[in-house]
């Protein structure tokens, strides 16, 4: 399957409002990416100059200025411009919050990039933008014609999770699996990207997995390499809000196991670890 051409039939054409298919009759007309793209009112000499200035101007503090030549270079189809515009439309990172301009943005990157080598220093960035834009299909974008689409999240995800073997994308592929959002409910399926997932460090993949594990759910019950995969994810999980649930995962599994399974797991966990060097 060639991503560019699957990409352009579901979010290109979303994007020129084509079609009864869109399902868009109530949603505003889509506008024009951002029009400082075809315009710029900065020139630079190369695209790699306004690259440059862009990423110069971002790191000493000037939001304004980066989003000016980061935009020059994104007009000329800047592979890692567009994702950082992106980001920033989609972080609210020096300028207004704007989902509809990350979405743009990074659609414009996933359908022009859809078939860069895995292999590719920009593999990473193409990847990340086809994540994104499975996020934002979940939901649709309120007020703009980007409408929710679960079967489209579920496409993104899976190219990415497949072609680009991005362990946030296997994360949200299961996820999407255990839900039956967008795809039918296969917890075994989701089992299969989580370990994939984990396998390669990503800590939400192996504390979710780790949870599966312990409690058979859909899958055979292994006590001691859940709780073990738990741990991992506790480990690696980071010291804020948003990795809380990990924790509590894990400190549920570790008062509910009994000795044997604890032990079990602490060497399962050293030879893990051993494995890896």
């Known amino acids: 399957m060639r991503m560019s051409k699957l990409f352009i039939v579901t979010v290109g ?10 399902a868009l009759d109530a949603a505003p007309r889509p506008q024009p990416i951002t029009p400082a793209l075809a315009a710029p009112v900065i020139k630079y000499s190369s695209v790699r100059e306004a690259l440059r200035n862009g990423m110069r101007n971002y790191n000493a503090g000037d ?7 980061l935009e020059y270079a994104a007009g ?5 411009a567009l994702w950082k ?3 920033m439309y989609a972080d609210g990172d020096g300028v ?18 859809a078939d860069e080598s895995p292999d590719s220093p920009n593999a990473a960035v193409v990847s990340s ?10 939901d649709g974008i309120r007020g703009t014609y980007v409408a929710a689409n679960p079967s489209r999240a579920f496409e993104m995800f899976k190219y990415a999770a497949t072609y680009f073997s991005d362990s946030n994308a296997q994360y949200n592929l299961a996820r999407l699996y ?16 989580l370990n994939l997932a984990a396998e390669k460090g990503h800590s939400p993949s192996q504390a979710v997995l780790g949870h599966l594990l312990l409690n058979g759910q859909g899958v055979m ?11 991992l994810a506790r480990e690696a999980a980071a010291d804020t809000p948003k990795d809380k649930w990990i924790t509590a995962l894990y400190e549920e599994a570790f008062a509910a196991a009994d000795e044997s399974d604890r032990k079990l797991a602490l060497a399962l966990l050293e030879q893990y670890i051993q494995s890896r060097h």
């Open 178 to 193: 255990l839900e039956g959002t967008g795809v039918e409910k296969n917890p075994r399926q989701a089992a299969r990207w």
């Open 129 to 138: 933008a086809f994540v994104a834009l499975g996020t934002y299909f979940l």
């Open 63 to 69: 939001k304004v200025g980066a989003v000016q030549a």
């Open 221 to 231: 019950r292994q006590r001691a390499k859940g709780l073990m995969w738990l741990t």
């Open 76 to 80: 000329q189809g800047h592979t890692l």
């Open 13 to 22: 054409v979303t994007l020129l409002g084509a079609g009864s298919a869109c």
């Open 85 to 87: 515009l992106g980001r």
């Open 96 to 113: 207004e919050h704007d989902n509809l301009k990350a979405f743009e943005y990074f659609s414009k990157l996933a359908d022009q990039h």
